[in-house]
């Protein structure tokens, strides 16, 4: 039986309350969190831990057998040059789109740099974060050893929204091989099988393409139309050449951007694809170079939506039934933050969040989510901005704006684009224009970036070396 200790330290690392150097709980040693924990020792908050069940930081791009982690041949879908963090850049021999292994190594040199490791706990599960009643957090943490619970006077969500698989139901029932992308690990095992991928975002895109390598039939279901887009155009990154064309009006911008994709691209029709049902920056974008010339090729065969499941079969919404042995549903996640009370998080997340810039709560003023959104470009950096709000805001800098409601209001009804409605779109943001509107809050506080060690707070901030090497293998 596991043994719960009741202490205000954080398994080794000393947590008592200080006016000046408040206790932090940081949830989760990804990205967002380790640029979260970046930040808050960058203004001296050192009195802070941060926690992970996994047993490496780094989140998802840490290569797992046999748990939700990236597949084997995956490699980022934003170019090199929007996903590094602003303040240290990645080598200038990384290629345009790093590997999982490579990225890896760059978290790993990130949290070398800025010395983040003392304050990590890994393989260390929030079960249960509390408010009490004098406003503080009551943290209940699972260890190896057994149970600790801590006192903390923040709480920062760095957690994701990767976390619970979703998949859709449908009449009938499929006795076949049946697996969620997050499952997905290596094609090999799909050799000389039939394969029905079903989605159509980077994840479904990127599995349908390695497969077909492989399999004896593959196909890609998809319930309406996307927009698939290749990585690169004219030799350049997708992300960079889009945001070249951004100082234009975005009616202008949109229609040359449009343009340029049917010259380069061709319709998605000409591919065997739905025409999409939205405008483009209006759902998010699907970047795979590879699917395209799967789909070109006869290698992904498209297919319409599920209308049933047989035992052994699939019958789609034109009438088309096909034998398969395997469905891999690459159909996305439910946000869920399972240590935290319901009357917390009460709102659906099916809809955009409660929250203004995305991470501060309406009610709850020492609670921050970070890195809950996703932008029409790389989380990472722009968490990075979103840390430093939730760091000067704690450190005293930075006022909580006192009409948080009227612009949570203002956030929720005046979005970037007129983004699709489904639950896929509710964190959806524009990283260019959410970049400005985090600027622009940053630019209240009360000190400016050299109260940051290491730490740019502008595009023009002069970024550390970084002279690292990604592993072996």
Known sequence: MNKTRHSDEAMNGSLSPTMDNPRICVIGAGPSGLTTLKNLLALGLTNAACFDEADAIGGNWVFR???PSVHECTHIISSKRLSEFEDYPMPADFPDFPSHRQIRAYFEAYASQFGLAPFIR?????ESATRRADGSWSVRIATPHGVDEATFDHLIVCSGHHRVSHIPEYPGHFSGDVLHSSAFKHAARFANKHVLVVGGGNSACDIAAEISRVASRTCISMRRGYQILPKKLFGYPVDQLYAAFRWLPRSI???????????KVGRPEDYGLQAPHSELMEIHPTLNSNVLKALRSGAVIPRVGI?????NDVEFLDGTVEPFDTIIWATGFHTVFPFLDASIVDWNMAECPPL???MLHREVANLFFIGLFQPLGCIWRLADHQARIAALQIAGYLERPADI??????????RHWKFDKS???AIEVDYHVFRKELFKHLKTARTNS?????SGSDASASPVTCSFRPKAG
Do not use: D, P
């Open 65 to 67: 057998e046999g748990q």
């Open 122 to 126: 890994l393989k260390q599960r929030v």
């Open 253 to 263: 911008s949109r229609s040359l951007f449009k343009m340029v994709l049917r010259v």
């Open 307 to 311: 209308a049933r499941l047989g035992e």
């Open 356 to 358: 203004y810039l995305k």
């Open 405 to 414: 409601g009227a612009r949570i209001e203002r956030e929720i009804s005046s």
């Open 423 to 425: 639950a896929r779109h």
């Open 450 to 454: 050299g109260a940051f060690r290491r």
